[in-house]
């Protein structure tokens, strides 16, 4: 037996359960092991950490992360995939199969787990794949890195720098909690089903937010207020948040900003600020 999943042992397995992917979970299995090898590769983990999992499935990269030499705690929603994935792991990886823990849990009310984790790596279903990212950003502020597979067109957002088409709120919310890079585009055919659009790799390494002296949240509410109505100037998008287009513009004038300008113009830093002198009034 071999010790990865292939496209013969991935319909196996669905067969098995008699599992029918839906797009309501965003299901789509990976059938090649060399692209799992590669997300794991990319994601530059050290050696030997505890990586959490998100959306295992039916394990294609959970075996690669345990092949790697990492013990893997996997949150999955479905329950006879939760069920299955411990015996799949000792069928292909024995010898590694008690590195496996496996979550049955909504991964967005997770807010604890059964032990500390380093890095997240997973293939994030699309319909979640933001609001993922940031809770366990800002639920778990061990983990010091990520690798996510995403759709194309968000990883390309999440990725954008300022002043990019796509660049927005993920974009400005993610740098808060480190930096982020492009680091690989996956095709559709290495999945099963077949997806409709490619797929992105971004790696995230977590990095001290911007020095600050309103709370996160705080920023994150400016940000939205940005972006909630990005074909106008920030003096005008901000108008309601901050109680009139005068007010948005004396703020932003005091955090040496344009008022003209827009908010895909603005990095993190600059949001922090601008968020500093809103509060100021």
Known sequence: MTELLGAREIREL???LDLRPTKKRGQNFVIDPNTVQRIVRLAELPAGCAVLEIGPGLGSLTLAL??????????????????????????HLPQRAADLLVLEADALHVTELPMPVQALVANLPYNISVPVLL???????????????VQKEVADRLAAPPGSRVYGAPSVKARWFGTLDL????????????????SGLVRLVRTAPPPCAVT??????????????RRKSLRGALAQ?????????VALRAAQIDPTSRGETLDVVQFARLAECLARG
């Open 216 to 229: 996160r949240q705080e920023v994150f509410a400016v940000v939205d207020a940005a972006f909630g109505q």
């Open 14 to 16: 669905a067969a098995g």
């Open 135 to 149: 809770h366990y950003l800002q639920h778990f502020p061990d983990i010091e890195r990520m690798l996510v597979m």
């Open 183 to 198: 680091v690989g585009t996956v095709g559709r055919t290495v999945f099963w089903p077949e997806p409709n659009i490619d």
């Open 66 to 91: 345990l092949q790697a030499g990492h013990s893997v705690v996997a949150v999955e929603i479905e329950s006879a995939l939760a069920q299955q994935l411990p015996m799949t792991a000792a069928q």
């Open 241 to 249: 948040f901050a109680g009139s287009p005068d007010l948005a513009e």
